[in-house]
Nanobody
Framework: QLQLAESGGDLVHPGGSLRLSCDAS????????IGWFRQAPGKEREWVSC????????YYADFVKGRFTTSRDVTKKTVYLQMNSLKPEDPAIYFC?????????????????????WGQGTQVTVSS
């Protein structure tokens, strides 16, 4: 049973918006960060954003800064990725992941191999 579950993927027009959700309510371990990644066909998985568990600090890849916002609802144990101004290059399967290494560090947790648990992904399509 997956402990992280993404939802919210859909087909939108360029310039449109979507909000993805990462349900971590079944995730029972402490984690350092929840990250968002995406993977388009034929491409490597790339980091999009992350949010730290302790202080809620957020980090973004340059290609989404100003367009995407990561937030969380602590009571619902859900992390959101608000995606605005979607572009034709944004379509991919979007994944959320949990990093359970609690060692404090500076900056973003932005490498796939730093994450230990993954959801199944949700498809985002941008097309006119």
């Amino acid at each position: 049973q997956l402990q992280l579950a993404e939802s919210g993927g859909d087909l939108v027009h360029p310039g449109g918006s979507l909000r993805l959700s990462c349900d971590a309510s079944r995730f029972t371990r402490e984690y350092y960060a929840i990250g968002w990644f995406r993977q388009a066909p034929g491409k490597e998985r790339e980091w999009v954003s992350c949010i730290n568990s302790e202080d809620g600090d957020t980090y973004y890849a340059d290609f989404v800064k100003g367009r995407f916002t990561t937030s969380r609802d602590v009571t619902k144990k859900t992390v959101y990725l608000q995606m605005n101004s979607l572009k034709p290059e944004d379509p991919a399967i979007y994944f959320c992941a949990a990093d359970i290494d609690l060692l404090p560090r500076a900056g973003a947790t932005d490498l796939p191999n730093e994450y230990d648990y993954w959801g199944q992904g949700t498809q985002v399509t941008v097309s006119s």
